[in-house]
């Protein structure tokens, strides 16, 4: 990480060591998180499991704030603000994964998820100012070809299930665009002027509050699953991959930018797809292999391509 794209300086030696643990942090756990995912499927409505997750999160998170004694007051606009964020990253981002994952494997839902750097990029662009380079657009289209042939298998190994492999896959391009706009809200301007840990626990108090109106709308009163699998897949979820997570990846964020920090999307899903295989009984064919290592090195192509780019001022 050389040229830091977010700030008119390049981060000094200790300055990179200090966002490499939180780089290093965020993609082991999100690694994992996809395939807990798949345990909250089941008895209670995906609704309800995401609005249990980071309710449990928020807590956490107001917990910390104020061990810490991080200011946790904001102004009305930077609650709007926060909103916005919250519902975007905690509500209809999940919403998004969850309903992908009940037609798509987690790993292949990893997979897709490592094109969040396209976005994040295209997004600063357009909000942050940050420039983007063309071979950076190329790398993105040879990510985009793998995924396709990745995905032209599994489709046609679907057979008569081929229809929810789309609605799978369209769920989660709807999750990565709204990740992705909650991402370059972190790199904004307004979100600076707010710590941290006090903007995600606000975010996931609004991103709460906006999962029960929803979940109590769509699937009634709340429901409970008995068996303990659930209840330490939520606690995981909510603490590890939710909690701690975000906060790790949002200091990333604000120190070298959406599309810089987006690069753990490209070492997620070899990780979530190894796990995928083990307890998931995933088969890879030689196109999927392909079409995966395709997507990979394209994004990383992508990444050096952003890496080179001059910097916004």
């Given at each position: 990480m050389t040229e830091e794209l977010t700030g008119t300086r390049p981060l000094d030696a200790s300055s990179r060591a200090r966002v490499a643990i939180p780089f290093i942090l965020c993609t082991l756990i999100w690694s994992s998180t996809w395939l807990v995912i798949r345990t909250q499927l089941g008895v209670v409505p995906p609704s309800w499991s995401i609005a249990y997750r980071f309710g449990i999160a928020a807590i956490a998170m107001l917990g910390y704030v104020r061990w810490k004694r991080i200011p946790l007051g904001m102004t009305p606009r930077q609650h709007g603000f926060a909103i916005v964020y919250g519902i975007a990253q905690y509500a209809l981002n999940y919403d998004a994964v969850y309903a992908a994952e009940r037609t798509v494997t987690s790993g292949l839902v990893a997979l897709v998820f490592a094109l969040l750097v396209v976005p994040n990029a295209l997004l600063a662009w357009v909000f942050l100012k940050q420039g983007v380079s063309r071979a950076f657009l190329l790398g993105s289209a040879v990510a985009g070809a793998g995924l396709v042939l990745l995905f032209w298998h599994e489709l046609h190994a679907a057979a008569a299930g081929g229809h929810a492999l789309l609605v799978g896959i369209g769920w989660t391009i709807a999750g990565v665009l709204a990740a992705s706009v909650a991402n370059v809200m972190q790199a904004a301007k307004a979100a600076k002027a707010i710590p941290v840990a006090s903007l995600v626990a606000w975010g996931m108090i609004w991103g709460t509050?906006?999962?029960?109106?929803?979940?109590?709308?769509?699937?009634?009163?709340?429901?409970?699953?008995?068996?303990?699998?659930?209840?330490?897949?939520?606690?995981?979820?909510?603490?590890?991959?939710?909690?701690?997570?975000?906060?790790?990846?949002?200091?990333?964020?604000?120190?070298?930018?959406?599309?810089?920090?987006?690069?753990?999307?490209?070492?997620?899903?070899?990780?979530?797809?190894?796990?995928?295989?083990?307890?998931?009984?995933?088969?890879?064919?030689?196109?999927?292999?392909?079409?995966?290592?395709?997507?990979?090195?394209?994004?990383?192509?992508?990444?050096?391509?952003?890496?080179?780019?001059?910097?916004?001022?």
């Open positions: 509050l906006f999962n029960v109106v929803v979940a109590w709308g769509l699937d009634g009163a709340p429901s409970f699953d008995p068996h303990p699998a659930y209840w330490l897949g939520t606690l995981y979820l909510a603490l590890i991959g939710s909690a701690l997570a975000f906060t790790a990846y949002f200091v990333v964020i604000r120190a070298i930018g959406p599309a810089r920090a987006a690069y753990s999307s490209v070492m997620i899903p070899v990780l979530a797809m190894a796990l995928s295989t083990v307890f998931e009984g995933y088969r890879w064919s030689p196109e999927a292999a392909v079409g995966g290592l395709l997507s990979l090195a394209g994004l990383f192509v992508a990444l050096q391509a952003r890496q080179s780019a001059s910097p916004a001022r």
